[in-house]
């Protein structure tokens, strides 16, 4: 989205006057926070913060200087946006006599719109999930609204989105079990496989070198693939030549079926989403 248009231009600063209220600040809601003031898609004293904590609120007020509440109801009642961001099995006693018509933002995993709907009785819910990544900058959220967000709601939707990563509206709500299976546990799948090469270049005597070499190694490939502009499939081509030890161990991966394992994992994850019903 081309937010530089004048008639956007306006129309965004109209909206960063509106309040948000961030309802669970913990992970991602804090990072999300971080990323609005950082972004300036809100000033300070625009944002409540709502957390069962209140060691956490105070850190959040004295580090951001936003505004911080222990009451949601009465948070919500004040605020223009509501952003959801509490662990699924808390929607309920969250959203306990909320009686509210305003666009709430969820990023609860696996909570239907229409749940969503029921628990804080508004009509108009944009639910994105996004992922940790989130917390630099580099997140990307796959989102879906009812009907009843209007075009210019969606307009903030993506922006509050874009302040920490990409942004890609899905075409239904189903897409978001995908979404979830793929980015939003994807970094867990990353990681997990360099646990294992950093537990094998220790095994093999990197010793305290392990981490320093996986790392970069990451970070290099992750890097690489988005300047290179070529398939995953060509990146892998360029490092492995004919009978050399690139390609002796990805025969390995073949063999044991590394894509089918991956498959597998992800089609658990999706299938977890669709179950995960608040
Ligand atoms: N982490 C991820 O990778 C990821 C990715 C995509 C989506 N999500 C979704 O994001 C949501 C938050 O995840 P998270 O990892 O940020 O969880 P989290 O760190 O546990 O944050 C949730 C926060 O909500 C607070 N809370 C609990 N009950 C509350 C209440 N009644 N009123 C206000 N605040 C309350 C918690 O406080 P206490 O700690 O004191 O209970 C905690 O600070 C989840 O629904 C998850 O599905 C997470």
Redesign the pocket.
């Given at each position: 989205m081309n937010f530089q248009n004048s008639k956007i231009k306006n129309f965004l600063t109209k909206l960063s006057m509106q309040k948000l209220a961030i309802?669970?600040?913990?992970?991602?809601?804090s990072a999300i926070l971080e990323a609005l003031l950082r972004e300036k898609v809100f000033p300070p004293s625009r944002i409540s913060a709502?957390?069962?904590?209140e060691k956490?609120l105070a850190k959040l007020k004295k580090k951001f200087g936003v505004k911080v509440a222990k009451n949601?109801t009465e948070a919500v009642e004040k605020a223009d946006v509501i952003l959801l961001?509490?662990?699924?099995q808390?929607l309920a006693?969250?959203c306990q006599n909320w009686k509210t018509e305003k666009l709430v933002i969820s990023?609860?995993?696996?909570a239907p719109i229409a749940n969503l709907q029921k628990a804080t009785g508004s009509q108009k819910i944009a639910r994105a999930?996004?992922?940790?990544p989130a917390k630099i900058g580099a997140g990307i959220s796959g989102w879906f609204a009812s009907k009843n967000v209007s075009k210019t709601e969606k307009i903030l939707v993506r922006k509050i989105l874009a302040s920490f990563g990409k942004e890609v509206e899905l075409r239904n709500e189903k897409m978001l079990n995908t979404v979830t299976a793929i980015s939003?546990s994807g970094?867990a799948y990353f990681f997990v496989f360099a646990e294992a090469l950093e537990k094998v270049a220790r095994k093999f005597g990197l010793g305290k070198l392990a981490p320093i070499f996986v790392r970069q190694t990451f970070l290099g490939a992750a890097k690489l693939a988005e300047a290179a502009k070529i398939s995953f499939s060509e990146l892998r081509k360029n490092v492995t030549s004919k009978g050399g030890t690139t390609e002796a161990a990805l025969k390995v991966f073949e063999k044991k079926k590394f894509g089918k394992i991956v498959e597998i994992a992800a089609k658990a994850a999706k299938k977890r989403s669709e179950k995960l019903k608040n």
């Open positions: 309802i669970g600040c913990g992970i991602m809601g709502i957390d069962a904590d956490k949601a961001a509490v662990k699924p808390n006693s969250v990023i609860l995993a696996g999930m996004p992922n940790t939003g970094p």
